[in-house]
Every structure is written in C-alpha cells, then in structure tokens.
C-alpha cells in the first residue's frame, strides 16, 4: 500500500477475501471510501495519545463468562435441512482446493 | 562430509491442545470426541446471524493452568477475530487471540538434553470443524466435495508456540513428549494424540554451519504421532538441505506430510495465501485475570513432570549414572512413577524397583501403544508383589521378569498361583545344597579351578543349575551357597 492511497487493486484484493463480486463502477467508489476512512485514521494518529490507555473493548466491561454446563444443542435434521446439500449427516460442500 | 554435517536444523513448534472442558469455548455444546456427526451444534457454532457467543470460564482456568505450569507470564488479553473463508468455520472467521494472548514468556526444559526452550506464548482459540475430502483419491487435492461436520467446532483449544530453539528431530519428540506430560499433569487435557487432542504443526529451517542468519523456514502441517513428527523433521530438513547445496533457494511456504510415503509437499498457494485481517472481536469482552485468582490456580496444580523426576531422583543415594537417569525418565514419561514409589514405600530397594519400572512395565505400555502414550494400567499391587518376592532372593530375576510379563498379558493371574504354575517354589536350602554337591562331583576339576581363583568359574557352575532345573533354581541362592562352601 502507497504511503497515503489505497489503489483501486488493493480494493479487488479484499473485495476478493471477502468473496464479493464488485462491479469496476463499486470499485472506484470503495476505493475513495477507504482512502476517506484510512485518511480519518492519520487524523488520530496525529493526536498525542500518551496518557490514553488502549481501549480494549467499546464497552467498560471484562471477564464476562458462562459456568461450563452442557446445554442442548439443536435438532441436527432441521439444521441439516436448511444447507443446499448435505450427505451422511454432514454438509456437503464444493470442492475446496483449487476453487475460483 | 556427510549433508547433514554442513548444516545446522533450526526448529520451532506449534502446538494446539485440546481443552477437557464439558462445552466449548463459546456456546454449551458438548466438548466430546467420537459423536456422531453434527449433533453438538447449536446457532452460536454454526455461525448463525444473531447468535452471541460467551466465554466458558473453565477454558480460561485450564489456560491459566497451562500458562502456570509453563512458567509463563499471566496476562489481560483480548479475542480476534481471524478472516478466512473456508467451510471449516461456518462463521468466515475463527476467535483466536492475537496480539494479546493469554500467556506470554514460559519456558520448557527438556529432560535428557541440557536446553531450555522457551515459550513465546500460549494463546486461546476455538477449534475448527471437521472436513472430510471425498473424491477418487481420498486427499484434498483431486477431491471432488467435502464433507462437513462442526462438532469440533469451537472446542477450546491453546496454542503453545515455542520459540524457534530447537535444533534436532531428537529434541522436537522430546519437547512434545514433555510437553504432554506437563498438560497431562495439569489436567486441563488428555493429551491424546491420536485422537487429536495434541496436533504439531513445525516451522523447520536450515542453515549453513558457520553462518548466524536463519534460514527461509516452512510450516509442516498434518503431524499426529511423535513418529510422525520425527520423520517429517528429517526429511524436510533433508529436502532444504539439497535444495541449498544445489544452488536452489527455499521458498517460504506450508507443506503437508505424507506419512505413507514419507514426504513433505507444498500446499497450492491458495491455500496458504490468506490475509487473515484480524481485528478485534467485538462480541466478546477483554480478559482480565484476578492475580490472586491466577495465584490459586497455581498454586492448586499437581506434582508436575520435573518434580515427579526429582522425586524418583532423590531415592537413589548419590551421583545418579546415566542409565539410572533415563530409567527416571522412562518410568515419568509412561506415568509409572507412582508404581516405583509405591514399591519403595513397602521395602522394595529403590535401584530394583526402578529398573523393573523402566525396564519390564515401560516396554509392556510401549509395546500397547507405541506412539499413543496410553498410561500403564498394570495392577500396581502385583508389581509390588512380583518384586518384593525378588528382593528377598524367592524369586530370581528372571523368573520376577517372567511373573510380570505373564501379569502384562493378563491383568487377572495371581502371582501365587503363577509361582505355582511355573514351579517357581523356591528350593530349600537343602534342595540347593543337594544340588551343589552334585554339581561339585560332575565338574570336580572346575571346582577346584573356581576355588583356587577362577571366579569367572562361577557362572559356569549356575549355568549348569540352570540346565539341570530348568532355570527354576534361583541363581543369587546358589551363588551364595558355593561362596559358603568355598570359604568353609
């Protein structure tokens, strides 16, 4: 990544990651949000955060934690039904390896 | 000089351990291996939009655990989520924890080699679902569709990642073996690798000998035995090794082990190539321990494996001799230690019950399980029994090896009536004084051989008893017997 721009290759990069099928039109147009949002990042960077503490979550809560008790699990058929293909009680996937 | 000769192997291991929790780390589906496919899941599991997840408490205890006993450094973390799209994890991304794991900073010392390997970290992650690839050759590639099932995941798991000092195939089976006892020792898991619980992967590099610089490293994945690990070790170590004294350069990248054919073969890029794009998971609250709970915990662990060798240690008086030491460390590592101690508690001598504990019970557990570090269930009492007759001279040694061998093969035969099937009473004294005196009158001239010097006429004479009585008469009884006679 240049210095202070994201190219638009960069944008097909992640849209790809992601598995999104953008249009070059969608492309341009991501391109310029994220330089906007990667832009908006400098803005902090610029602040002197020395006496800020690193936020670790958006909320001042921790340690949130359940008891390790086994509660039901849902009905395999009707999970089973709702996934395109399945086989042997288990999902049915395509091809994994050498897939585009 | 042979290759191997003209390299230094540098390697660093990534080890996933299996938690025995009862649920998985971030939902109350069962943690249990061997269900049938698909039937601990639930909407959190699988991904489904609008589930929540929520940390088990007791996959942060077991952690806390590992780290302690690790020596490692207990600290506030956070939980990441790691992108990557493959069906393994129906959610497009696994928890894991990045920047900020768990523990960070302990160490491992290996038992038989003077090295102490550090470990970088010892971080939290959920587990990933099981895919079988069907297809006319069975392994990824040439698959046709796979097959899913997500019990695994979410099972809690951590990872330990030590850093890269190790430098031969020998270590690398000796941290993992330590390792296993140690997480064994702490309860937090099973450490049974071959059902997974303890999965290797191992970054592997080599270097010219004289040179500093490390060389380009590869990942080798699908390591599920100690052999395995060993073997793909050599070879890979092998491969770069000819590969950089060919000119060729190494080319960072994930292979896969092959253990039928005994090879290591790169993963097609696009399977290595993600771009995880971890960014912090905003579903689930930081962690951060209570110290004194961390302390308790601590303090709550077992005797772990370095103690328990100490332990045996200390019952020898004096300079330990190398095999007594290995002895030590065989009777730890195939969790025989409490069967000794026992043994000496009731009288046994501790240089006798340690060498029938290494020796004898250790190779009957390792003719089980080979690999699969199943823990010895040989009844303890009759250990106790076999080698307390020994020690008082009823039983001689081989006839004690015999009695354990026939106790490994059947858990339920009685030593006295297997004394009384093998006619291992022992002879009275007059038996092997009669004995002796037909001994003497067979062999007059090796007698007064012995007598005027000879000792090595001895075992002559006890072989002889053997021949005569069918290896029944107890040869330390005899032997003592003609010292008797010579003197007298």
Known sequence: MSADKISSNETRHIAHLARLALSEAEIEDFTGQLAAILEHAKDIESLNLDDVAPTRHALPIKNVMRSDEVRKSVNREEVLRMAPETQANMFLVPKIIGED | ?488
Request: contains cysteine; glycine residues 6%; aromatic residues 6%.
């Open chain 2, 1 to 488: 000089m042979a290759i191997e000769d003209e390299y230094i192997i540098t390697i660093g291991l990534e080890v996933h351990c299996e938690l025995k929790t009862n649920t998985k780390l971030f939902c109350g589906c069962a943690n249990q291996f061997g269900s049938e496919p698909n039937t601990n899941i639930c909407p959190v599991c699988l991904g489904l939009p609008g589930s929540l997840p929520v940390i088990n408490e007791r996959a942060v205890e077991y952690a806390i655990r590992i780290g302690s006993a690790l020596s490692c450094e207990i600290r506030p973390s956070v939980f990441h989520r790691k992108n990557y799209f493959y069906p393994d994890m129906p959610k497009d991304y696994q928890v894991s924890q990045y920047d900020e794991p768990i523990c960070v900073n302990g160490k491992l010392e290996l038992p038989s080699f003077p090295k102490t390997v550090r470990i970088e970290r010892a971080h939290m992650e959920e587990d990933t679902g099981k895919t079988t690839h069907v297809g006319t050759s069975g392994r990824i590639h040439g698959a046709d569709f796979s097959l899913v099932d997500y019990n695994r995941a979410g099972i809690p798991l951590v990872e330990i990642v030590s850093a890269p000092d190790l430098s031969s195939a020998d270590e690398a089976r000796e941290y993992v073996s330590e390792l296993r006892a140690i997480l064994v020792s702490t309860k937090a898991s099973d450490g049974k690798m071959e059902e997974g619980s303890l999965r290797v992967d191992a970054n592997v590099s080599v270097r010219p000998l004289g040179t500093e610089k490390l060389g380009t490293r590869c990942e080798i994945k699908n390591l599920n035995s100690l052999r395995s690990l060993g073997r793909a070790i050599n070879y890979e170590a092998r491969r770069q090794m000819e590969a950089l004294s060919a000119g060729q350069s190494i080319r960072q990248e994930t292979r896969h082990w092959n253990e039928d054919q005994g090879v290591t073969s790169a993963l097609r890029s696009k399977e290595e190539a993600y771009d995880y794009r971890y960014f912090p998971e905003p579903d689930l609250t930081p962690l951060d321990p209570d110290m004194d709970e961390v302390a308790t915990i601590a303090r709550a662990l077992g005797i772990l494996p370095p103690a328990r060798r100490l332990r045996l240690r200390e019952l020898l008086d004096g300079e330990l001799t190398r095999s007594e030491l290995e002895q030590v460390q065989t009777c730890v590592k195939f969790d025989l230690d409490e069967h000794v101690l026992d043994a000496v508690r009731t009288g046994v001598p501790a240089r006798l019950a340690l060498a029938r504990g290494s020796n004898e019970l250790a190779s009957y557990v390792n003719q089980a399980t080979v690999d699969s570090f199943e823990v010895a269930e040989f009844p303890r009492g009759k250990f106790i029994e076999v080698i307390s007759l020994e020690s008082q001279g009823k039983v001689s040694s081989t006839q004690a090896k015999t009695l354990l061998s026939r106790i490994a093969s059947n858990h339920n035969e009685e030593v006295s009536a297997l004394i009384e099937e093998l006619g291992y009473k022992a002879a009275s004294q007059d038996e092997i004084s009669e004995l002796l005196d037909r001994l003497i009158s067979e062999n007059s001239m090796e007698w007064e051989r012995l007598c005027a010097g000879e000792n090595q006429l001895a075992g002559f004479f006890i072989g002889k008893a053997m021949k005569i009585t069918n290896g029944k008469v107890n040869g330390k009884t005899l032997a003592s017997e003609m010292a008797a006679r010579r003197l007298g």
